[in-house]
């Protein structure tokens, strides 16, 4: 199954929601200054970039829905999906990643050639030597502690 | 004259050949290895000099230094994937050449243009160094704020077919950058509550995410083909070489690259990173019509590898003649000097100039020796194209979480990686260039910061920026180059 979309509209639209998203985080992200320079606070850099990505987001709406230019791009659902399970799979590795480096990252390298249908044993146990290698030469010879 | 030929005898021993090319191949490898970079490789390697002479430990410590910066260039062109900060520039156009089946040229190419801007700069440092660093120490708040939006112009020239998605992605890199303690007021910003977060976010880090991990991702969707020059292994090897006639008709760029580079290295806080962009800015300004920046042009390397190279001996500029360390390696080469007796500063040169002669001119020897070194470890480097791709998207997700997690020594920058690499996944779907993602990175604090020390010191009054010599001339360059882009791109575009 494929979903077309417009590049310069959908883009557009991120862009306005990052701003909003960002316009509305910002107060609780960043103290309030008893102090400013001459007007310039620690927030005025993120309410500038709002500003620019609001004007780059209505600019590039503009430029799709007047100006009809734009360019119709297709996204393949069933492609879509693997990169949507490997994210997910990321999310797991950075969770299990704090508990043990070994077997997390021997497990992600082997989900890596998994999801890309790939049968070789021999590719495999690269990985596991590798991600052994890599485990003591860090320890033992960097000091990189690695969990 | 008497304190020459003393270290020259201090310099032309067996025992510094041997260490100063010890240095420069393990600062290949450190290179080469995203995540670790010449600051991890000079901090470890540190006390295994205690035991040697001043002259050779310097230079070893000093050769990775410069050996991670070509380093950083292999695998940036071979998989797409920047080692270090100073090669997120090369990529541009080295990983199209080695994916049009031409890598070893790409390599022989960031080999050349390394070696000339280590070779510029190394001489900078040697003869020119009072001169630079009295022009360097002329940079004030207006002049650093001048020069990150003279930078943050390059955005104008890496956004492909959308300068508005370049933009976006430009303050997406500088919100990013604005994370943790603000270096002004000491208020935390978008630290979401967690500790870690109030160092802030490496930009290694982010880099590693934007380029390696969104294309594996892409890779594993088989929407992109990671390391594709993996499928040239049958190229003919002995016409993939860099000719004669190529590598001299890049010697202007390589000038031109080499220079800005050793000015840019020499102003403390600037970097490689800012020296490779600012550098691919000039040549893809200078291009003629045919030349295709970003496909795989020539020049897209040799001008950022210049670039990057060229600022690497100068950065030792404000350390040796004023004691200030540029950046974090010439802070760590800082500590190694001070243990091993010399006290950097205006009276090194008269306290130990002998010493600090040899080391000098012992840099331009090491870019001659990281040339022989890099010659023949390319047929070996070249290798890695050989690897089977799945193998390799694999081999690459292992190195680079483990790259990311010896940043800081913190699972943190591995979770920024990754998310990183997801944000860009679906950013390239809606075509928003990931080059100023990283611009915004390295420029956005520079420009912030500055700006707001730039106001303080006249006293609310913009017009700081136009009084000041240096920093009008910046804005006007900053001006003259976004049109002259324009201009050339409409050209190019036309032919």
Request: charged fraction near 10%.
């Amino acid at each position: 199954m494929k979903i077309k979309y417009r590049s310069n509209l959908c883009a557009g639209c991120v862009s306005l929601i990052f701003a909003i998203v960002l316009f509305f985080i910002i107060p609780s992200q960043i103290g309030a200054e008893y102090q400013s320079i001459h007007g310039i606070t620690s927030r005025s850099m993120p309410y500038a970039l709002v500003g620019l990505d609001i004007f780059c987001g209505v600019a590039l709406i503009i430029k799709s829905l007047v100006f009809k230019n734009d360019e119709v791009k297709e996204l393949e659902l069933t492609k879509e999906k693997t990169g949507l399970l490997y994210i997910g799979i990321l999310i797991i590795y950075g969770f299990g990643f704090s508990y043990s480096y070994l077997v997390s990252t021997i497990l992600l390298g082997a989900a890596t050639l998994a999801i890309m249908k790939n049968k070789k044993i021999s590719y495999y146990l690269v990985i596991v030597v590798l991600v052994v290698i890599m485990y003591f030469s860090f320890t033992k010879f960097l000091n990189v502690n690695l969990p | 004259m008497d304190v020459i030929f003393e270290s020259l005898r201090n310099l032309f021993t067996i025992e510094n050949f041997f260490f100063v090319n010890l240095g420069i191949f393990i600062g290949i490898i450190f290179g080469a290895i995203p995540g670790l970079s010449a600051n991890l490789g000079v901090t470890v390697f540190l006390p295994f000099t205690f035991s040697l002479g001043t002259v050779p430990a310097l230079l070893m410590l000093c050769g990775i230094f410069y050996g991670a910066n070509f380093g950083g260039s292999i695998s940036a062109i071979l998989i797409n994937t920047p080692g270090t900060n100073g090669a997120c520039a090369t990529l541009l156009d080295g990983y199209p050449m080695a994916r049009k089946g031409h890598p070893l040229k790409a390599l022989d190419m960031a080999l050349v243009a390394s070696t000339f801007g280590g070779l510029v700069s190394a001489f900078s440092l040697l003869f020119f160094s009072p001169q630079i660093s009295k022009v360097a120490m002329s940079f004030g708040a207006p002049e650093y704020f001048a020069l990150a939006i003279f930078g943050l112009s390059v955005i104008a020239s890496v956004s492909g077919k959308s300068i508005l998605k370049g933009l976006v992605s430009g303050s997406v890199g500088m919100i990013l950058a604005s994370v943790g303690i603000d270096s002004i007021s000491g208020i935390g910003r978008f630290t979401f509550g967690n500790v870690k977060m109030y160092n802030g976010i490496k930009m290694i880090a982010v880099l590693l995410g934007v380029y390696a991990i969104a294309q594996i991702i892409s890779r594993v969707d088989r929407t992109e083909k990671v390391g594709e020059a993996s499928s040239l292994s049958g190229t003919d090897r002995k016409n993939d070489r860099l000719t004669r006639q190529e590598a001299i008709s890049m010697i202007p760029t390589m000038t031109r690259s080499s220079l800005i580079g050793s000015l840019i290295g020499a102003i403390p806080g600037t970097g490689s990173a800012i020296a490779a962009y600012l550098s691919y800015n000039e040549a893809k300004r200078r291009a003629k019509p045919g030349e295709h920046f970003g496909e795989g042009e020539l020049k897209g390397i040799a001008a950022p590898e210049s670039g990057n190279n060229g600022a690497t001996a100068s950065c030792l500029i404000p350390l040796l003649t004023l004691g200030i360390p540029g950046d974090a390696v010439s802070a760590t080469l800082m500590g190694a000097f001070t243990m091993h007796g010399l006290i950097v500063g205006p009276k090194l040169f008269e306290t130990s100039g002998a010493l600090v002669y040899a080391v000098m001119i012992g840099s331009v020897i090491a870019q001659i020796l990281m040339y022989l070194q890099g010659r023949y470890m390319m047929p070996v480097f070249v290798k890695i194209t050989h690897i089977p791709q799945d193998l390799l998207t694999a081999i690459l997700m292992v190195i680079c979480c483990t790259g990311a997690f010896s940043i800081a020594n913190s699972p943190l920058e591995v979770y920024v990686m990754l998310i990183a690499g997801a944000i860009t996944y679906f950013m390239n779907k809606l075509d928003f260039p990931p080059v100023p993602i990283v611009l915004g990175m390295v420029l956005g604090p520079i420009a912030e910061s500055n700006l707001r020390n730039s106001l303080a010191l006249s006293n609310g009054s913009w017009l700081i920026f136009i009084k000041r010599p240096i920093c009008f001339a910046f804005i006007i360059l900053t001006f003259v180059l976004v049109y002259m882009l324009k201009r050339t791109t409409k050209k190019n575009n036309i032919g």
